[in-house]
């Protein structure tokens, strides 16, 4: 059989494969990227981490984006809040919103030199299909809501993470309006989507509070099922799963993608001075490297998604306790915005 004219060949554009595309560059390997689709152009909030946006400097694909300079995290109907800063990280930002089709569609073009409209063999295969069908499922017994929400006055640099008794609620400064993300349970996530445009406003200013200001308009609704789906194994024989195609996460904390790209991140710097990126002692390294991050990454979003759900009131006081204590003790908002961003390595 003839060797393969291709070293790596990436299965799917979508934002992590372009990046490993992108951040293979000027190596000696060749690499091919293979789609099936176009992009879809519904609205999907993105919130990447200061990490991130390094990762998207170093492969040159970094573009502007609204700053998360503060994020206010407290509970419907119960005390405690936390306030983290990005000088509590000592980062410009806490993190950066844009739209996923933007920052998607803007990756896409760059690496139109790697497109490949066949399968072609290539020494390893990396899937980066946005979702793996032989993974573990859970369904979280929830669905998010996304839309685009103007308030008065208008969103500036401050998100919210507000956790109600159906799930949490994300509100992310965008360009003047917020990007909103509300998990709830699905029959009732179909109903908000679906209210009249006061009825929504009202009942996401009762959940949301007054901190974000007035909800007074509405754009963009849709709803999305959640689920956590995680491969068993990263890589097998001459192949490699990286992003959603490894795990795909709940939205809360918006940590998705963020862990994706530094699954490419990390893969790209493996690779670097290989001569076959198929070999599986290569690849082995690579999981090695990654089994901290995602684990500890999927472990705290499950937390997060089903921590503070119902309106038990002894369970209410206990997150109320934990949330002021994480406002008045630095090291510890240190810590958690710092986890938040970096994943458990340093810089990426
Ligand atoms: C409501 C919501 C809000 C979110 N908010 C955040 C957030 O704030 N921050 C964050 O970090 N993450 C967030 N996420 C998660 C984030 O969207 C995903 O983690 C991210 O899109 C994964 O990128 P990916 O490139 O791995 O997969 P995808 O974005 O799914 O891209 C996969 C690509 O593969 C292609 N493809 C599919 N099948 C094939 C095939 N058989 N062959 C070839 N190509 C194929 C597709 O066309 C697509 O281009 C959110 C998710 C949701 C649902």
Not at 163 to 176: K, R
Not at 318 to 328: P, Q
């Amino acid at each position: 059989m003839p060797a393969p004219e291709i070293d790596v060949l990436i299965h799917g554009a979508g934002p992590v494969g372009c990046t490993l595309a992108l951040a293979l560059r000027g190596t000696r390997l060749r690499v091919a990227v293979f789609d099936r689709t176009s992009l879809a152009a519904s609205f999907r909030p993105i919130a990447l981490s200061y990490a991130s946006r390094l990762i998207l400097e170093r492969i040159g694909a970094w573009q502007t984006a609204t700053p998360i300079e503060t994020i206010h995290v407290s509970q419907a109907g119960g005390f405690g809040r936390a306030r983290l800063e990005a000088g509590d990280a000592a980062v410009p930002a806490l993190g950066y919103v844009m739209d996923y089709s933007t920052l998607a569609g803007s990756l896409r073009s760059q690496v139109e030199e790697f497109i490949t409209k066949d399968a072609v063999a290539a020494k390893c295969v990396v899937h980066a299909e946005g979702a793996a069908p032989d993974a573990e499922e859970k369904r979280y017994a929830q669905d998010a809501v996304v839309a685009l929400v103007h308030t008065d006055p208008p969103a500036h640099s401050a998100a919210f993470e507000r956790f109600t008794p159906e799930g949490p609620l994300a509100l992310l400064p965008f360009a003047g309006r917020y990007a909103m993300v509300w998990s709830r349970r699905p029959q009732r996530a179909l109903a908000l989507a679906a209210a009249p445009d006061a009825e929504f406003l009202a009942e996401l200013g009762a959940a949301a509070g007054h901190r974000p200001g007035r909800p007074v308009k509405v754009e963009a609704r849709a709803v999305q099922p959640l689920v956590l789906r995680v491969r068993a194994a990263r890589i097998a024989l001459r192949a490699v799963f990286i992003g959603n195609a490894a795990q795909t996460l709940h939205p809360v904390a918006g940590q998705g993608l963020n862990l994706g790209l530094r699954d490419a991140w990390d893969l790209a710097r493996v690779w670097r001075g290989s001569s076959d990126p198929g070999d599986a002692a290569t690849l082995e390294r690579y999981a090695a490297r990654r089994r901290l991050d995602a684990a500890a990454t999927i472990r705290v979003t499950d937390f997060l998604a089903g921590a503070f759900l119902g309106s038990n009131r002894l369970a209410r006081g206990a997150r109320g306790a934990a949330l002021a204590a994480l406002d008045i003790f630095p090291p510890a908002r240190r810590f958690f915005a710092r986890r938040m961003i970096y994943g458990p390595s340093a810089l990426p």
